[in-house]
């Protein structure tokens, strides 16, 4: 499975953007995607995720009512729509997809996509 995240870009505080995550190989055995972030000098940190088939959703509390997770499965690719984003949003953002049938806040990731840079100045 290859991942490959795009979007990403400067942005002023209260401004929106739109990643994207195609993913390409064997995603018929994908049952969940997520975002995941890296600030610099930070540990990366779980964003959102969704489940590939019902489209169940998870959220860290610092993104959620902020942030919107959502999938097309005729495209095979994963959006995450950022609004009202905060200087403390700036990271790279990772995509990632679990295989296997998980708990959405508890996922093993086995295929990771590049990051994608987000700055968000104030």
């Known amino acids: 499975v290859q991942l490959q995240a795009s979007g990403g870009g400067l942005v002023r505080a209260g401004g929106s953007l739109r990643l994207s995550c195609a993913a390409s190989g064997r995603t018929f055995s994908l049952y969940a995607m997520g975002w995941f972030r890296q600030a610099p000098g930070k540990e990366r940190e779980f964003v959102s995720a969704?489940?590939?088939?019902?489209?169940?959703?998870y959220y860290a509390d610092s993104v959620k009512g902020r942030f919107t997770i959502s999938r097309d499965n005729a495209k095979d690719t994963l959006y995450l729509q950022m609004n009202s984003l905060k200087p403390e949003d700036t990271a790279d953002y990772f995509c990632?997809?679990?295989?296997?049938?998980?708990?959405?806040?508890?996922?093993?990731?086995?295929?990771w996509g590049h990051g994608t840079k987000v700055t968000v100045s104030s």
């Open positions: 990632a997809l679990a295989p296997r049938v998980c708990i959405l806040r508890s996922c093993d990731y086995d295929y």
């Open positions: 969704i489940t590939w088939g019902g489209g169940v959703t």
